[in-house]
T-cell receptor, first 113, second 114 residues
């Protein structure tokens, strides 16, 4: 009964490859997010979807493409992976609105060699 | 623009002593403030939030935070630290523009010594 789950947990791949990370939440939330946490633990928003609509799209290379097939799922596809993409990627979800806290998945550690 | 500052990279405290993790913020309009904790190799967990009302907010695991509007601070506190509180703590502010982006501080590592 995991609230926010991500697959895979670890992803090791070579430069130039394309990979996807999947996220699912069973909390009934209508808003989902992707965050990137770098090696210094700094956390930055990448994308946010509300009811399958993209509402936050930060300055992220267009090699990154999110997709939300329904309110409970948010996937992240990355094309032409680069060394600098190595990080931990977190999915999160919340109810819509400023007052609501976010619930985070366990993270996907991406290593690009 | 909204911003959050956590002035300490690390806080060291002895078990049983009170702890404080500092956070200051800058927002336009009413602040929506949050504290999250991250244990090693885990996702962030919500601790507590300030939306409105009482300046002293109580949260999970015995933590509380004090909202101070004049000092634009939202410090996290606990009366008696446990070794198991050792973790990375993030203060966050919710943007009040469209999308309600969450802006996180850089994090403060809390180390509680037995």
């Amino acid at each position: 009964d995991t609230a926010v789950s991500q697959t895979p947990k670890y992803l090791v791949t070579q430069m130039g490859n394309d990979k996807s990370i999947k996220c699912e939440q069973n909390l009934g939330h209508d808003t989902m997010y992707w965050y990137k946490q770098d090696s210094k633990k700094f956390l930055k928003i990448m994308f946010s979807y509300n009811n399958k609509e993209l509402i936050i799209n930060e300055t992220v290379p267009n090699r990154f493409s999110p997709k939300s097939p329904d309110k409970a799922h948010l996937n992240l596809h990355i094309n032409s992976l680069e060394l600098g993409d190595s990080a931990v990627y977190f999915c999160a979800s919340s109810l819509q609105g400023q007052a609501y806290e976010q619930y985070f998945g366990p993270g996907t550690r991406l290593t690009v060699t | 623009a909204q911003s959050v500052a956590q002035p300490e990279d690390q806080v060291n405290v002895a078990e049983g002593n009170p702890l404080t993790v500092k956070c200051t913020y800058s927002v336009s309009g009413n602040p929506y403030l949050f504290w999250y904790v991250q244990y090693p190799n885990r996702g962030l967990q919500f601790l507590l939030k300030y939306i409105t009302g009482d300046n002293l907010v109580k949260g999970s695991y015995g933590f509380e935070a004090e909202f101070n509007k004049s000092q634009t601070s939202f410090h996290l506190k606990k009366p008696s630290a446990l070794v198991s509180d050792s973790a990375l703590y993030f203060c966050a502010v919710r943007d009040n523009t469209g999308g309600f982006k969450t802006i996180f501080g850089a994090g403060t590592r809390l180390f509680v010594k037995a």
